[in-house]
């Protein structure tokens, strides 16, 4: 199992924050100074800067290609349908932004009202420039998207991380350390080789004490549009991510079913969710966003004032 960072020499190494691998850590200051030293001021600078985001939440993959990025962008649709919610949604996978493509925004941070994005690919002159950074110049731009960007008043922001366990997400949690983070949602796909991948990420959260909300099997079977026969496109030959949750007493938010509409409604920057209200993966959706909701507890005020009352 590899460590988290990688190559990180540990707290008590005589190389803690002088190693290579401690170059653009938010924390470098703090392990090389010792004991005692102030941390990256950013770190207090993005709570302060965040008082105001009530409940944040990451999104998660060990592998590339399982859907990440779909779900994202479809929880923020999902939950900005209550006009009264508030949601942003945090493209921080730099060198493969593709939310903006599949929000249907071309260098406009807001989709709706209650919906805003922001994401390196509204930085970019095409959409076909290649992001070539190390990873201190990742670390800065995560760093300026969460303290300088002026988010305002929000319920809901979704951080969208790029796929494994690199740079990008150990500078999430760290930045967002002080400003609580409610968890996070891993995806992953049936198959084995997807969910080899998944326990790494799940090692990840422990090891960073982020706490995870579940996990959502992405492409769980496919629903023939007229026969309405099930298949398995991606077998789950060791259990699925239900075998895995299980094993590790991991909450399973739930089964996403393949459906090709999908793709072609991120491909068009729609919703899938008003495209296809009734079909099964939309349900499976919104059984998920709701389990989200209950976990995040967005309602319990509301319904201790009603019991008060």
């Known amino acids: 199992m590899e460590e988290v960072p990688q190559g990180c020499p540990g707290t008590g190494s005589a190389q803690a924050g002088r190693g290579a691998s401690c170059q653009g850590c938010p924390n470098q200051r703090l392990c090389a100074s010792g004991a005692g030293a102030a941390p990256d001021p950013a770190i207090e600078e993005i709570k302060e800067k965040l ?32 006009e009264n919610t508030q949601v942003a949604l945090l493209d921080i996978d730099i060198c493969g932004p593709s939310i903006p493509k599949m929000m249907g925004l071309e260098g406009e941070q807001f989709l709706e009202d209650n919906l805003g994005v922001m ?4 930085l970019l002159s095409s959409p076909d420039d290649a992001v ?14 969460l303290r300088d960007v002026d988010w305002g008043e929000v319920d809901y922001l979704i951080v969208d991380t790029p796929p494994g366990t690199s740079d990008e997400h150990l500078s999430a949690v760290q930045y967002l ?16 080789v997807s969910l080899q991948d998944v326990r790494k990420e799940i090692s990840f959260c422990h ?19 007229k026969c309405k026969k099930e298949s398995q496109i991606f077998p789950p030959t060791t259990g699925g991510a239900e075998v895995l949750c299980q094993d590790l007493k991991i909450p399973l ?15 068009k920057g729609q919703s899938f969710l008003i495209d296809a209200p009734d ?15 209950e976990f995040c507890g967005l309602h319990q005020p509301k319904e201790e004032h009603l019991i008060s009352s």
């Open 253 to 267: 938010l739930g089964k996403v079913p393949l459906d090709p509409h999908i793709g072609k409604s991120c491909d």
């Open 51 to 82: 008082k105001t985001v009530k409940h944040k939440i990451l999104v998660l993959s060990g592998k590339g290609g399982v859907g990440k990025s779909t779900f994202s962008a479809h929880l923020a649709h999902g939950l900005a349908e209550d």
């Open 279 to 293: 079909s099964p993966a939309a349900l499976a959706y919104r059984g998920i966003i709701q389990k989200i909701q």
């Open 119 to 122: 994401s390196v690919g509204f």
């Open 132 to 145: 070539i950074w190390r990873g201190p110049k990742k670390n800065g731009m995560i760093k300026q998207f």
């Open 207 to 225: 090891k960073v004490k982020l706490p995870i909300i579940g996990v959502v099997e992405n492409m769980s079977v496919f629903v023939c549009p």
């Open 177 to 192: 350390s002080a400003a609580h983070v409610d968890g996070a949602v891993i995806i992953t796909t049936p198959q084995e």
